[in-house]
């Protein structure tokens, strides 16, 4: 016997069925052991509150169609993978650092039961979370002891309101950055409990400025890296080493916001100067705290390292509960810093390392491997080539330094200016709209492919058919 219609063959109503009949059709009853009654039954509303609205002849088809795409739809993931073809090796948008295949594996391993978190298995009673990944921060930074929080912002949250609360944080003028989304430091220190001293100008700051501020309320020494811009010409600031000798000569803590937070000499792997954590810490600074997903390449954290007395303060902190990490980010963390052991192997296992030393030669010839695909997939009206462009390493680590790489350019051969822009959204839309999206950037009547991020082209060209792709 042949399996019955999963649908009614009637096309000529005029009015829907009852909910009941339509909860009866055998799409409808699959859908309902797949994903719940509820939200079928909410799907078939929604769709009857829409004919009301619209009335109109009744198609069954048409419309057990459109209920089982609402219904796959809210049950689809929202977060995805992409390919990252921007040219920003590091976006804050697209999940800045890909984590290596050991933070995976070890995130899973942790996940799927219980772990000991918080237990220490040598003594046989509770733990410290921040055990799992203190020695190894202390053994690449020299730090004399660390703690972990969720993202850098928390991290320079809790080292605020834990040393300087109700008193004065003395900071440069040319130092009050903006980072992603609209966060300001000055708003993070009141939200910290603390009273910002602004010294000097947006352009020169001098020692003096920060002796002549010091009083009995001043808490703290402050210096942030800026990482998301850089001020040039008739230019002047206190260096780290300059600050800590003012900080110890009025018994005060300096504090260093580093942003990315390197560990790693980025020259010697070629690429521009980035001070460290260690190179920091050696200079005098107290307190640095930085980023766990930009230059070191692992899970979203804000790291805190170095007095042992100053980070115990901030541990005891109620404050740090909240902020800490879990179980499947310190077990990437961890996996991840254990990889820097190695300094001659970490920046080929580190994806993020891997990708901003790729050198062009090979990511010319990944551009070139899809060029023609490309070609055929967006269609007639379309001219590529491949051409050289500058990658930048995002998440505001060196905004001003560009690393050699290549794209495929994709053109619209006709049009007016107007009428291509259209085309080249529409193209950018397409690509988006595709199993594993991609994501490109529009840049003078052309949208490019920065193929720096593309190491392994086969999931990307086999998803590469005409039919999807052209009109």
Wanted: proline content about 7%; overall charge neutral.
């Amino acid at each position: 016997m042949n399996a019955p219609d999963p649908i009614p063959s009637a096309t000529d109503r005029t009015r829907p069925p009852s909910v009941d009949q339509i909860l009866a059709w055998p799409l409808m009853a699959r859908l309902c052991s797949l994903h719940g009654r509820p939200l079928v039954l909410d799907a078939i509303r929604v769709g009857l509150d829409h004919w009301r609205r619209e009335p109109g002849p009744f198609d069954d088809t048409d419309f057990a169609t459109a209920v089982e795409q609402a219904v796959l739809k809210a049950v689809a993931s929202s977060l995805r993978p992409v390919f990252n073809l921007t040219g920003t090796v590091l976006h804050t948008n697209l999940g800045r650092a890909p984590l290596p295949q050991e933070a995976i594996d070890a995130m899973v391993a942790v996940a799927s039961g219980a772990s000991n978190l918080e237990f220490d298995l040598d003594k046989g009673k509770r733990g410290d979370r921040d055990d799992h990944v203190e020695a190894r921060v202390c053994r690449l930074t020299g730090a004399e002891a660390a703690t972990v929080v969720n993202n850098n912002a928390a991290a320079v949250l809790l080292v605020l309101n834990s040393l300087a609360r109700r008193k004065e944080v003395i900071v440069s003028r040319g130092e009050l950055i903006e980072i992603g989304g609209a966060f300001r430091l000055p708003d993070i220190m009141a939200r910290a409990g603390c009273k910002l001293h602004e010294v000097g100008t947006t352009n020169r700051t001098h020692p003096r400025d920060f002796d002549e501020a010091i009083s009995s309320r001043t808490a703290l020494l402050m210096k942030a890296y800026t990482s998301n811009y850089r001020i040039e010409g008739f230019t002047a600031e206190v260096g780290e080493a300059d600050l800590a000798a003012i900080a110890r000569a009025n018994n005060l803590p300096l504090a260093v916001d580093l942003g990315s937070g390197s560990l790693l000499d980025m020259t010697a792997l070629g690429l521009p100067a980035e001070p460290t954590v260690r190179e920091t810490l050696d200079k005098g600074a107290d307190v640095v705290t930085f980023s766990g997903d930009k230059l070191l390449g692992g899970p979203q954290a804000g790291m805190i390292a170095g007095r042992r007395d100053l980070i115990q303060r901030i541990k005891k902190n109620p404050l740090k509960r909240a902020l800490r990490c879990d179980k499947q980010t310190l077990a990437a963390l961890e996996a991840v810093l254990g990889l820097y052991s190695n300094p001659d192997t970490v920046a080929q296992r580190v994806p993020a390392l891997r990708l901003l030393t790729r050198p062009e030669p090979a990511i010319r010839a990944t551009a070139e491997a899809i060029s023609g695909l490309l070609k055929a997939w967006a269609g007639d009206g379309w001219q590529t080539s491949v051409m050289p462009v500058k990658s930048q390493i995002g998440s505001g680590s060196l905004p001003l330094d560009l690393l050699p790489s290549a794209a495929v350019r994709l053109a619209p051969l006709v049009g007016n200016k107007r009428e291509r822009n259209r085309q080249l959204k529409a193209l950018s839309a397409r690509l988006r709209q595709l199993p594993m999206p991609v994501i490109g950037r529009i840049s003078e009547e052309s949208l490019l492919l920065d193929c720096r991020c593309l190491e392994n082209e086969a999931p990307f060209i086999a998803q590469l058919k005409p039919e999807t792709g052209a009109l």
